[in-house]
């Protein structure tokens, strides 16, 4: 932050972007995106626009698009969360930060000073004021030097003459355009930057290393039937799996590849270990290849639900006063899910006319049909989070045979829902209809009235 109020005003009318240094990425996607988070943050307080969306591929090593579109889609959320932020907070520049911002631009200027005194940039490149660890004026004797003279290849640096003319329009540093030149280019009639035309392209002469075979061997998975994962280009079969393991790092690493391996990965690499607690274990992340894939015809896609009309749903709960009882069963504390598909300000059932009596968390299964029967309700939402042994799938088919038991199983609609609950599990523990993650009010709503309508009810 102080860096970038410093840059901000001494450049007021300058605009800027800031690449953040990858030496403070690790090799953890999750730092990575907490530092966009931030950077996002003092972007918008000081207008310094802190870029960091391609770090984590840097820091990584892994050049993944997906890592990009995840940053940028981190940096969106940032930047709508705090739009405005300007309009609500200023910085407090007359405490440390401003003594702070004050310091940084003191030694900078003075950093400038002695460069010009030392006879200008080449001339501090050679005594290696640049890349030095230490807070200036003190050194610690690392910067790079580079000898002004010039050379060639690694350890030397050649200024350009003062006749120095390169005829391309992108260029980079000192370029002796000619006057009359409206474009760097009109010496040759315009580069291929300018006019793409002029390129020539000519066939690889190796018949068995050369871009058609290649797209050749990518074909069935850019234009074909087949799928693989990828991540740097088609079908490469490239994936990432992350795992805990209760062993100390070493271990955890050599492990994570001979795992990796055992699993049929192809060429796999540990590309990030972390150490939870030395008593505990390491998370571990192993990239590698597959080798195998999949036909895209031989997929069983299931077939979409289809929802009714909104109206039609509104009507179905008005004629039927369709009123539900709902609670989290079991030993199960969990109650933000539930409540989502509840309430109105969560686009829940509310939303759509349906009356609940919720009863909490920890409700025993006994309750709940107890309730239903007492307030006359037509359906029975639960939800279980909690699945050790299994304890979801019990607490379903308890819910249906408890029902049954008290005879009003042919009367009422009975409904599960939660994270490691499937669609499929309705039929195998006796209930309606179950739903798992991602699902909103209008789906629950939805199977509600169309088992109504099966049932002859509306």
Not at 99 to 104: I, N, S
Not at 210 to 219: D, I, P, V
Not at 269 to 297: R, T, W, Y
């Amino acid at each position: 932050m102080p860096y970038a109020v410093a840059l901000r005003e001494l450049f007021s009318d300058f605009k800027m972007r800031a690449q953040q240094n990858t030496r403070y990425i690790e090799a953890d996607i999750e730092e990575a995106i907490r530092t966009h988070t931030i950077d996002t943050l003092i972007s918008m307080l000081t207008s310094a626009d802190v870029q960091s969306t391609i770090t984590p591929d840097e820091g990584r090593n892994v050049p993944w698009h997906y890592n990009n579109i995840r940053g940028v889609q981190t940096v969106k959320q940032t930047w709508a969360a705090l739009d405005g932020i300007k309009e609500l907070l200023a910085l407090k520049m007359d405490g440390p930060m401003g003594e702070m911002v004050r310091d940084l631009q003191e030694r900078a200027v003075a950093f400038l000073e002695e460069v010009i005194e030392t006879g200008g940039y080449f001339a501090a490149v050679e005594k290696g004021f640049f890349v030095d660890s230490a807070k200036y004026p003190e050194r610690n004797g690392d910067g790079i030097a580079r000898d002004g003279k010039g050379g060639v290849a690694a350890g030397s640096i050649i200024q350009r003459d003062p006749d120095y003319f390169a005829p391309v329009c992108d260029h980079f540093g000192y370029n002796n355009i000619p006057a009359d030149f409206q474009r760097p280019c009109d010496a040759i009639g315009g580069c291929t930057l300018c006019k793409p035309e002029k390129i020539a392209f000519i066939d690889e002469l190796d018949p068995e290393d050369n871009c058609n075979k290649r797209l050749q061997e990518s074909y069935p998975y850019r234009k074909g039937g087949r799928i693989k994962p990828e991540a740097e280009w088609a079908g490469d079969g490239t994936i990432l799996t992350q795992f805990f393991v209760p062993l100390p790092e070493d271990y955890a690493r050599a492990y994570g590849v001979e795992m990796a391996k055992k699993l049929g990965l192809i060429d796999p690499e540990v590309i990030n270990i972390q150490i939870m607690h030395p008593a505990e274990g390491c998370f571990v992340e192993v990239k590698g290849k597959v080798g195998f894939d999949v036909e895209l015809s031989d997929l069983k896609i299931p077939q979409k639900e289809i929802i009714l009309d909104e109206d039609i749903l509104r009507e179905a709960v008005k004629k039927t006063s369709l009123t539900v009882v709902a609670g989290t069963v079991g030993e199960d504390e969990h109650s933000v899910g539930l409540r989502e598909i509840l309430d109105i300000k969560h686009g829940g059932i509310e939303k759509y006319g349906i009356k609940y009596h919720y009863l909490g968390t920890s409700v025993p299964l006994s309750k709940l049909v107890d309730a239903a029967i007492e307030t006359g309700a037509q359906a029975i939402l639960i939800s279980t989070i909690i699945s050790h042994n299994d304890v979801h799938r019990a607490q379903m088919k308890k819910l249906a045979d408890l029902c049954i038991e008290r005879g009003i199983r042919n009367r009422i609609i009975l409904i599960a829902g939660g994270t490691q609950v499937n669609t499929g599990m309705a039929a195998e523990t006796g209930l309606d209809a179950t739903f798992g993650r991602g699902t909103k009010g209008i789906h629950v709503v939805n199977a509600m009235v169309k088992i109504l309508k099966k049932r002859g009810v509306v």
